[in-house]
């Protein structure tokens, strides 16, 4: 495809997303994050032209980049402050850090990766673009990173199989934590509160991510 009618598809395929997200997400400020994110950046180049599609897309090592409808609705019910402490777990290619970087000006993001060379790469681009409010952890046994918390809001971004505790005490109280919940094929899409009592929780929709292997998670083998 040539250059100019690769930038006009994607203008097109562009207009075409945000006005259909537009009929679900209700935050302003989560859109205009969103807009202000080049996703076509955070693809592999040959799937670059499907950029804006509202589909999940294949990066690599058996990982996808998320939906942009599912990365919306789980940035929107975060409700960030720009001074929020967040914690990404699975940085995949650094898309939604990208996303949640843009909400959070004036803090950091901490998104971890189990896959070293796809933490690499997110490094990079991150990098790359400007997003330097981001820090990129290769992931250790410890679920999450502890070290570097307490956290306002938390974004797991693969499956796993039950709410992990680990994760939940490293929210601060009144942390927001998203995070897919189910078995390996399908999951339901959870925001959990931290409260002074334990945590309460709100359904979100069915998902569906890649499983998050470890520790309070998926084996790594069947």
Same mark, same amino acid.
């Given at each position: 495809m040539a250059d100019r009618e690769f930038g006009k598809k994607l203008q097109s395929d562009r207009r075409a997303l #945000? /006005? +259909?997200? !537009?009929?679900? /997400?209700? +935050?302003?400020? %989560?859109?205009?994050? =969103?807009? !202000? %994110? @080049? !996703?076509?950046? #955070? %693809? @592999?180049?040959?799937?670059? &032209?499907?950029?804006? =599609?509202?589909? &999940?897309l294949a990066i690599g090592e058996g990982q996808t980049i998320s939906q942009p409808y599912i990365v919306a609705l789980i940035t929107e019910a975060l409700r960030l402050q720009p001074t929020d402490r967040v914690l990404e777990v699975g940085a995949g290619s650094g898309y939604q850090a990208a996303v949640l970087a843009e909400l959070v000006p004036d803090s950091k993001i901490v998104t971890v990766e189990l896959i070293r060379s796809l933490a690499q790469r997110a490094r990079e681009t991150l990098g790359r673009n400007g997003y330097m409010n981001v820090i990129v952890e290769d992931a250790t046994e410890i679920l999450g990173c502890p070290e570097r918390g307490p956290y306002e809001a938390i974004v797991v971004s693969a499956a796993v199989p039950s709410l992990s505790p680990s994760l939940i005490a490293q929210l601060t109280v009144g942390g927001r934590m998203v995070v897919p919940v189910g078995d390996r094929d399908q999951q339901e899409l959870i925001c959990v509160l931290r409260t002074g009592e334990g945590v309460s929780l709100r359904m979100l929709g069915p998902c569906r991510f890649v499983p998050l292997l470890g520790r309070e998670a998926f084996p790594t083998s069947l």
């Open positions: #945000f /006005i +259909s997200l !537009r009929r679900f /997400i209700r +935050s302003q400020a %989560v859109l205009k994050a =969103m807009e !202000r %994110v @080049p !996703r076509e950046l #955070f %693809v @592999p180049i040959a799937d670059r &032209a499907n950029a804006y =599609m509202d589909i &999940a």
